[in-house]
């Protein structure tokens, strides 16, 4: 039965249980009711009790840890109850389900809520002893989310904001999934993604940024729980906080529902809703609550963050009802979610059996998604290069390299922040995503590059666990980097193959001016663990390029590529492509005895090969499109490109102290660049054949 909606109620008889003056003042009702579908508390008794139980072992974890935020894991754990008890669908015995809900926990600060509920649902290796572990050294309950750590966390969060922006990157790879594989007679892909954040999250800009992407793109399978408690760090969020969140959100595109993040029934009812309506909106559900509800002492205040709530641990047990044991979970608990776990097993059952008549009446396409589940990389249908000497730009040689890719991985999405026409990172024949085609493949995210990264990492994360062959690519500028670097360093962290396209690689950018002249931006990237950047030196580079990140599954890879044009480099384009792969490789090799070694990268390749021409016979050119890469060749290869430091001078038109790792002598960029076509650029700046022959003489 349909009745109206009794959030509104519930949120206002859930107010008084607010003790925390300036909550109240903040606090409004919806402006909005709403049609909600019956929606009790099934157990109400038994999930009070595990909501108190998971307060428990968030108390008794901080404490042994002596570090860890309280606040979130007692505030939010009458929300935690109703997911992991009640409302999630999930199957501890199989964390990489192809249709679970993806809860994600985007306060990663609050981290023992979701160690503590992973244990309580029945994750098998989030053992009691790991949660007693937590924060400890080879514990799989480290300080923040990790997704390579604990099964059923689906993202590394810590950021604040990231795990909002991986939230619509997962509701988009669902919102393409579905469309791709469901059919009117099978439903493969239904599921939800529901984010928990806090108020630190949506102060963020890269939260806005992709809340705007996702209301546009009416992701209606996206759920963001606002742990609204009124408390940041330093002060109650209203010192820095003033803004209408509800009015914020609703002119994004979004519903806005405001609960009691206590009342567990109110939160019944509105996550039922939100997940229930097909309206073309993602959903806030504002959860009013208590931060460190359970320990009276620090409760509502910026106290909660932190251990402060520790020295008061034995009292609040006591008045939670909890025995002297600690990290106690009762009897009842373990049983009352291991019969909730049979029934989520009876519904992964049942789509089993979906899954198995989809894959019947649909073999071409099942087999599709078996090489996607696979992770199997095709060999590309991919031209060598010949044309000696024919001007291309890398930019532009991607967009070819690209078509290949398109065409062979059809799990593979590419995207712009509003410079396809010069990144040159456009799929052809494969349809733009958007709310009117969630099967295309093209993403338009707006001039929004942080957005664009957490997106892209929420639809690396979607992959990882169970389709890897689902990947994705996002391009800008390289100068506009820096904007989404929070997002790449996760990336990195996180091992998430996710590709980035940045070009305008350089001073040779020219008439822009120094707002769009890198010259840092290559240097600080090659700093970042765990990210190949490639460089290539020219169009068959770039295939080499190409190919290498396709392959890659364990790490990001950045492909900085140029404006101008450059002239394809004299050399047997197997080898070429050979040698790129490697990250480095002797593209001239020295006739007679080695006497000097220029080690160039991307468009200074085609500079050394000019200066080589006068340093005699003993000049060997190395190109280096990857530092990274090369650095992961064993020693002798390594040795065997580059045996002599002394004699070997590195040029590349950006910052150059790096660089003194590989070569005695350096020719670079260290100063801001001008506006001037390119080639006055370039000799302004010092990065001319004469220069770097005088150097390496
Ligand atoms: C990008 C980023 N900046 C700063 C921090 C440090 N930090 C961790 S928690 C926190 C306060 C967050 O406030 P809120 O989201 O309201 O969380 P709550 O107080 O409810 O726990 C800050 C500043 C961070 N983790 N990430």
Request: charged residues 20%.
């Amino acid at each position: 039965m349909l009745y109206k909606a009794c959030v509104a109620v519930a949120f206002i008889a859930g107010a008084d249980a607010f003790q925390v003056g300036s909550l109240r003042s903040a606090m409004k009702a919806p402006a909005v009711s709403m049609q909600v579908a019956e929606a009790e508390v099934a157990s109400p008794q038994a999930l009070a009790k595990a909501a108190d139980e998971a307060r428990g072992l968030a108390i008794d974890s901080i404490a042994k840890a002596k570090s860890g935020h309280m606040g979130l894991p007692l505030g939010c754990a009458d929300i935690g109850a109703v997911l992991f008890g009640q409302e999630l669908n999930y199957n501890p015995e199989d964390p990489t389900w192809l249709n679970r809900d993806r809860f994600i926990l985007s306060a990663g600060h609050g981290s023992m809520f979701l160690y503590s509920w992973l244990h309580m649902a029945g994750y098998e290796s989030v053992t009691k002893e790991e949660v007693m572990n937590f924060r400890a050294k080879d514990s799989i309950t480290p300080g923040h989310p990790e997704n390579f750590m604990t099964p059923g966390v689906e993202c590394t969060t810590g950021p604040l904001g990231q795990g909002i922006g991986n939230g619509v990157g997962m509701a988009a790879a669902a919102k393409f999934m579905a469309a791709k594989l469901n059919t009117p007679e099978h439903t493969l892909i239904d599921h939800s993604v529901v984010v928990l954040c806090g108020d630190g999250c949506l102060q963020e800009g890269v939260a806005n940024e992709a809340v705007a992407f996702a209301g546009h793109e009416k992701m209606d399978n996206l759920i963001l729980m606002y742990d609204s408690n009124g408390v940041t760090l330093d002060k109650m969020a209203e010192h820095t906080q003033s803004e209408d969140v509800q009015m914020r959100f609703e002119a994004q595109g979004w519903e806005v529902l405001t609960v009691d993040g206590h009342d567990m029934d109110a939160v019944t009812k509105a996550y039922r809703y939100a997940k229930e309506s097909k309206n073309g909106k993602p959903t806030l559900i504002v959860c009013k609550t208590i931060i460190g509800k359970g320990i009276d002492e620090i409760a509502g205040t910026c106290a909660a963050h932190g251990e402060a709530g520790v020295a008061y641990a034995d009292s609040a047990r006591e008045a939670l009802g909890l025995p002297e044991e600690k990290w106690y979970v009762s009897p009842e608990t373990y049983e009352f979610f291991a019969e909730h776990k049979k029934e989520l097993q009876s519904k992964y059952t049942a789509w089993g059996e979906t899954f198995e008549a989809w894959k019947s009446a649909n073999t071409e396409l099942a087999k599709e998604l078996a090489d996607c589940q696979a992770g199997v990389v095709p060999d590309f249908d991919m031209p060598y290069y010949t044309e000696t000497g024919k001007g291309i730009a890398t930019r532009n040689a991607g967009a070819e390299v690209l078509q290949p890719v398109a065409k062979q991985m059809p799990f593979y999405l590419s995207g712009s922040a509003d410079l396809h026409g010069s990144n040159k990172n456009y799929m052809k024949d494969v349809g733009d995503f958007s709310k009117s085609n969630y099967a295309g493949r093209n993403f338009y995210y707006g001039i929004r590059e942080h957005g664009m990264g957490a997106i892209m990492n929420g639809i690396a994360f979607y992959g990882a666990n169970c389709l890897p062959g689902l990947r994705c690519s996002g391009s800008t500028f390289l100068v506009f980097s820096g904007y989404m670097m929070g997002s790449v360093r996760v990336a990195a962290l996180s091992g998430l193959p996710v590709k980035y396209i940045w070009t305008h690689d350089s001073i040779g950018v020219g008439e822009d001016g120094p707002t769009h002249q890198p010259v840092e931006v290559v240097a600080g990237l090659r700093c970042m663990p765990n990210l190949d950047v490639m460089r290539p030196g020219d169009a068959e580079e770039t295939a080499a390029a190409y190919i290498h990140a396709m392959k890659t599954t364990d790490r990001p890879t950045a492909m900085i590529l140029s404006r101008q044009d450059l002239p394809v480099l004299e050399g047997e384009p197997s080898s070429k492509r050979e040698g790129a792969m490697k990250g480095a490789y002797i593209l001239q090799k020295e006739e007679g005895e080695l006497t000097h070694i220029l080690l160039a990268a991307g468009s200074e390749v085609s500079l050394a090969v000019e200066a080589a021409k006068q340093l005699g016979k003993g000049c060997r050119v190395v190109s280096i499109p990857c530092v990274e890469l090369f650095e992961r060749q064993d020693a002798a290869y390594q040795a065997e490109v580059l045996p002599n430091r002394e004699i070997t001078t590195a040029v590349e038109a950006g910052y150059s102290a790096a660089w003194y790792k590989h070569a005695a002598k350096v020719l670079g960029v260290d100063t801001f660049g001008i506006s001037a076509p390119a080639p006055f650029v370039f000799e302004e700046k010092g990065m001319t054949v004469d220069n770097l022959v005088s150097l390496a003489k």
